[in-house]
């Protein structure tokens, strides 16, 4: 009987469970709907719905739309984003929802972050650019530096070396601050100095300080602007996966008209008759130049609850060059956890880690004499009746000028391989000691580890001569950074104050090693067989180390929303220095006046905000390498007796009263806000005065020391910024929003050792040109210097003022001004012919939606900076092939014309190959699609958006080169400052077409 009761009791059970998991599915439904600003209507992206009392949640995607399982009518929703005051709702019987949120004015607009800290935008009393994260994604890049050209003011960015996949960024803010060491920016990530870029797709923020009241807080190495990144965080909202995916293709965007073998073969016989046509028609861009790609893939996963949150990404990048051989292939991971431990202590771990391999090809020649050369040079210079290879199945080599190998050769047989692995983690723990005051430490470590790799076989000319050559070199560079820091909050009444003061010790060691050898049986080894060399090339290995240790303050006071003040300092002491002047002091001060807050202002219903600032200060350049201030001794081979011993010899002085660079800089601006924020205008006059240069001044040769590095220059930058946003139309189903930025750039060196000029050499070295730049008191930095060309000598009486050189005087030969009047040309006669500077740069950027439709259209231009082309110059020198408009040269029957006579030129600097850099470029166009609500809840997707896109489809310039966008030999401090607008041998830039998919589940 018992029995027969626990089995009904069981089926009662059964049937009573059953029941009401019925019953609560059916009390679940699906909410969706969109989120608006009550301020304009427009949509709102990446707002967190929390479901309340739950860690279940979701947010807005691009259009502002949202969808979430709820468990019946009485579940509430939490609604908040940033600036706008959090609202709750209950679902009721409703299943789509559209919420509109309020703008919190106590929250006033975006944050702002700064040097170990946030501040609300309105607050900002230094020059700030911001960066949103859809920008820097909004085509595919290698890296963020690269997707930060044209987007904010006074920011230049250039690639080192065109398309070429991996090439070297340089970012430059304001211009360069430095002449003989680096003016790159300084790039901070989640807090670590000097860190290296992440995945575009992984940053949340970019923020670009500029000015010295946001940059001083860096010290002795923010002269040269500072651009704070952080990544993306976790939510605390149920897990999400988003794939970001995407495929280009691309192709060289330009190429040089050049002699076919036919018009080659006219060419020779002009000024050498026994030329023999040769049996090719080889078009050399043609075979080196393919259809190159890239596949760009992310996958992030985030989420957390109240207490924890995590983001997890991997990002994998492949990419096949346009040049043939070249190619590149990336992995990278980062990985963000945040613990709240208790309600006023904070932890937190940000790792990233990652790993790149790079076929490179050689580009950017630095000599191209015999057995030299690079792939791009050769395929210009290269004989086009030549074809790739010789009756015997060998290699051609060029008939004309040096003996270089052909370009597909170099392509095919030289191998130049590089790994980078690259590691980063930084540890931080925030504690609030009492309500305001926080103490926070952070703890991080970065390693970057290079292996360089390069063969050259028997089947090339260098190769061929050593029996094959090979090489290999090992750099390390670890880094680690300490840093603790107080700050402190305060209101009382209208005064609020922020205090911070902190300690940071950084230690920076580099390692590196090399070893070569020559002489292999066989070319098959490459360099992974060192020993396999009968001749083994003299190793080398090196070790320095840095450290670095700081003290730092700011004060920031505000009061009523209307009055800024803020003073910053910090005090570095660097082991790079002697006793001497081992420690500096770098101040700055700022202050800004939001007069859109004055009663006066304050209702107007034009102007919404109008803020001036103005701030001055000193930041610096470390500028010397570690133990410049020593005295040097290097090592060289002796004889005693009859044998060979090591000896040293010195080669500097010591130096105890070597200190930084210091930049002082003066910046006024102001920001203004019209129309219930709809358009917002700033505009920035910046005055940088650079002082104590480091120099090498010549010593006397009794000596025994050529020169010593010393503190005696000054340079000056100069310039303006105006940057201008909009949102055009702003409705439901339609917005229309412009962002235009304008800055100009003059620098002017002020002051040199001694009042001398000094020289630059920056030709290849087969060109035996020297003296090709000048530094000049109350000139531009890098200045072009040479001969001015005045065109064509036609005969008879010269003009006034002109000359012809000795060699070339006879009609069709170059004329030059004769700056003496000396009735010759002579090296008295060269000048500044050319300024690399340009004259300003823009970027206009324009985003258009329409329901569900989106398109993006960027354009990016730089005015008035001049080009000295080096490829141009060795084409027109009768030692190669030579531009296709060596056909319109002079001759008896053609002497209407500005091109000379075809002969055998030295190739010497003049202003007939300098030439206006300047274009207009349409650097993306994008279309996308995001797919409707109502489809991704049948599909369990939140976003889905599909797009195609392109770059670098339109340019217009009417530079002769292959691209505007050219720098030669600007790869290292010394050469980065005063190798400005230099065009050899680079690889050429791409036009891209991308079609790629966001998923988010």
């Not at 040089?256 to 050498?272: C, M, Q």
Request: glycine share 10%; aromatic share 10%; proline share 3%.
């Amino acid at each position: 009987m018992t029995t027969k009761k626990n089995k009904l009791l069981k089926r009662f059970a059964l049937m009573f469970l059953m029941l009401l998991g019925t019953y609560l599915q059916a009390q679940e439904k699906n909410v969706s709907g969109t989120v608006t600003s009550s301020e304009d209507g427009i949509s709102i992206p990446g707002v967190n719905i929390l479901l309340k009392g739950t860690s279940t949640g979701t947010s807005t995607d691009f259009d502002g739309v949202f969808n979430i399982q709820v468990p019946g009518k009485d579940a509430v929703l939490q609604f908040s984003y940033m600036g706008y005051v959090t609202k709750e709702v209950v679902v009721g019987e409703n299943s789509n929802l559209s919420v509109v949120l309020q703008v919190d004015e106590n929250e006033l607009e975006e944050i702002v972050v700064i040097g170990y800290g946030t501040v609300k935008k309105s607050d900002v009393s230094g020059s700030v650019s911001s960066v949103k994260a859809a920008e820097l994604t909004a085509y595919p890049t290698l890296s963020a530096e690269q997707a930060l050209q044209g987007r904010a003011a006074g920011v230049s960015v250039q690639s080192n070396n065109g398309g070429e996949p991996g090439a070297p960024i340089k970012v430059r803010i304001r211009g360069g601050t430095s002449i003989n060491a680096s003016s790159d920016a300084l790039i901070v990530v989640d807090g670590f100095v000097g860190a290296s870029m992440p995945a575009p797709e992984d940053i949340a923020s970019m923020e670009v300080l500029k000015d010295a009241s946001a940059t001083a807080i860096y010290g002795s190495r923010g002269s040269n602007g500072v651009i704070m990144v952080t990544t993306k965080k976790g939510t605390s909202t149920k897990p999400t996966l988003e794939l970001n995916t995407s495929y280009s293709v691309q192709n060289v965007n330009n190429t040089i008209d050049l002699l076919d073998a036919n018009e080659f073969a006219t060419y020779r016989k002009a000024y050498s008759a026994n030329y023999n046509q040769g049996p090719a028609n080889t078009d050399w861009q043609d075979l080196i130049y393919a259809t190159g790609s890239i596949s760009n893939t992310q996958l992030a996963f985030s989420g957390g609850s109240e207490t924890s949150k995590y983001y997890i990404s991997g990002n994998y990048y492949t990419q096949d060059g346009v040049v043939m051989n070249s190619n590149l292939e990336r992995f990278t991971v980062l990985s963000n956890i945040d613990i709240d431990v208790t309600d006023n202590f904070k932890v937190g771990l940000n790792v990233f880690g990652g790993r790149s391999a790079k076929d490179g090809v050689s580009t950017q020649a630095q000599t191209g004499g015999t057995g030299g050369g690079d792939v791009i040079s050769s395929a210009y210079r290269f004989a086009p009746d030549l074809g790739i290879y010789n009756a015997d199945g060998t290699y051609t080599i060029n008939s004309l000028g040096d003996d270089i190998d052909n370009p597909y050769a170099l392509a095919k047989e030289s191998i130049d391989e590089r790994s980078v692995d690259t590691y980063r983690t930084n540890f931080y723990a925030a504690y609030e000691i009492i309500e305001g005051l926080e103490l926070k430490t952070t703890f991080g470590f970065s390693s970057v580890n290079t292996q360089i790799g390069k063969f050259k076989p028997t089947t090339l000319l260098a190769g061929a001569g050593v029996g094959g050559e090979a090489t290999l070199e090992n750099r390390r560079s670890t880094n680690v950074l300490s840093e603790n820091y107080l700050t402190y909050k305060k209101t009382f009444g209208n005064h609020n104050f922020t205090l911070l003061g902190g300690y940071s010790y950084q230690k920076n060691k580099n390692e590196g090693s090399f070893a070569g050898a020559r002489s292999f049986v066989t070319n098959e080894v490459s360099f992974r067989n060192l020993e396999g060399g009968a001749v083994t090339m003299q190793p080398s290995s090196f070790l320095d180390e840095t450290e670095l240790i700081s003290v730092f303050g700011r004060v920031n006071y505000e009061y009523a929303s209307k009055y800024i003040f803020t003073f910053t300092a910090r005090r570095d002491g660097s082991s790079n220095f002697s006793k001497n002047n081992k420690y500096a002091f770098f101040p700055s001060g700022a202050i800004a006046w939001n007069m859109g807050n004055e009663n006066f202002l304050k209702d107007s219903n034009v102007i919404s905000n109008w803020k001036w600032r103005a701030s001055y200060g000193a930041t610096g350049n470390p500028s010397i390498s570690p133990y410049e201030t020593l005295a040097k001794f290097s090592s060289v081979y002796g004889v005693v007796g009859d044998q060979q011993v090591n000896s040293v010899v010195l080669t500097d002085f010591a130096n105890d009263n070597l200190k930084w660079e210091t930049s002082k800089q003066l910046d006024l601006g102001v920001d203004v806000a019209l129309f219930n924020n709809r358009l917002e205008l700033t505009f920035d006059y910046y005055n940088i005065q650079t002082e104590d240069l480091l120099f090498p001044r010549p010593l006397p040769e009794y000596s025994g020391v050529s020169s010593q590095i010393q503190n005696i220059g000054e340079l000056k930058n100069e310039g303006y910024e105006f940057s201008l946003n909009s949102r055009n139309i702003a409705n439901e189903d339609f917005t229309w929003s412009t962002a235009f930025n304008f800055s100009t750039n003059k620098n002017e060196m002020v002051t040199l050792p001694d009042g001398d000029d000094l020289f630059i050499d920056s030709a290849p070295g087969h060109f035996l040109q020297r003296q090709t730049q000048v530094l000049r008191e109350g000139e531009s930095v890098g200045s072009f210097y040479g001969y001015e060309y005045k065109g064509v000598y036609q005969g008879g009486t010269l003009p006034d003022g002109t000359a012809t050189l000795s060699s070339d005087s006879a009609p069709g030969g170059e004329l030059f001004a004769d700056l003496n009047n000396d009735g010759e040309i002579t090296t008295a006669d060269r000048k500044i012919i050319g300024d690399p500077t340009p004259d300003f740069t823009m970027g206009l950027n324009n985003d258009f939606r329409y329901k569900n439709f989106d398109m993006n259209l960027f354009f990016q231009a730089s005015v008035g900076g001049e080009i000295l082309n080096y490829t141009l110059l060795e084409l027109g020198s009768g030692v190669s092939n030579a531009s296709a408009d060596m056909v319109n040269a002079w001759s008896t029957t053609n002497t209407d014309t500005n091109i000379p006579r075809p002969e055998v030129r030295e190739k010497r600097i003049t202003s007939r190959y300098v030439y206006d850099g300047s274009y207009v470029r349409l650097k993306n166009l994008s279309f996308g699609y995001n797919i409707p609500v109502t489809v991704l809840s049948k599909l369990s997707l939140e976003k889905a958006r599909i797009y195609i896109s392109g770059q670098n489809l339109l340019t217009f310039t009417d530079y002769p080169g292959a691209d505007p966008e050219a720098n030669y030999r600007n790869d290292n401090n010394q050469r980065s400052n005063t190798n400005v607008g230099l065009d050899y041998g680079s690889y050429p830039n791409v036009k891209t077409f991308t079609m790629g998919l966001n998923l988010k589940f």
